[in-house]
């Protein structure tokens, strides 16, 4: 059972700083696309940052240049490094990934959800 276990996240002050992890367990061959997404009180979940296999990365407008996503693949793990954070970054954020697995009758492939974690801007 492939299972994306998220953390870092919490309280934190306008300007200042938080990273994200997500660590995926389970019977897996191969992890493809990873993803960040944030759901703010009220508002449909909304993609923050992809990045590739092999590292390419893109961003949404309003966390360019704030947020840097970046994979361990050793370690099944990726990252959010969230820098400047505006009161308007506040809202749960997901890990999501396009994941192989390894079945008994051959190989899977679907995305996974974490559980989420919570990032709040606020003085």
């Known amino acids: 059972q492939v299972q994306l276990v998220e953390s870092g996240g919490g309280l934190v002050q306008p300007g200042g700083s938080l990273r994200l992890s997500c660590t995926v367990s389970?019977?897996?061959?191969?992890?493809?696309?990873m993803y960040w997404y944030y759901q703010a009180p009220g508002k449909q979940r909304e993609l923050v940052a992809s990045?590739?296999?092999?590292?390419?990365?893109d961003y949404a407008d309003s966390v360019r240049g704030r947020f840097t996503i970046s994979r361990d693949n050793a370690a099944k793990t990726i990252f959010l490094q969230m820098n400047n954070l505006k009161p308007e970054d506040t809202a749960v954020y997901y890990c999501?990934?396009?994941?192989?697995?390894?079945?008994?009758w051959g190989y899977g492939r679907r995305e996974y959800w974490g559980q989420g974690t919570q990032v709040t801007v606020s003085l």
């Open positions: 999501n990934a396009d994941i192989r697995t390894i079945e008994s």
């Open positions: 389970g019977t897996i061959d191969t992890i493809n696309n």
């Open positions: 990045i590739t296999s092999s590292g390419t990365t």
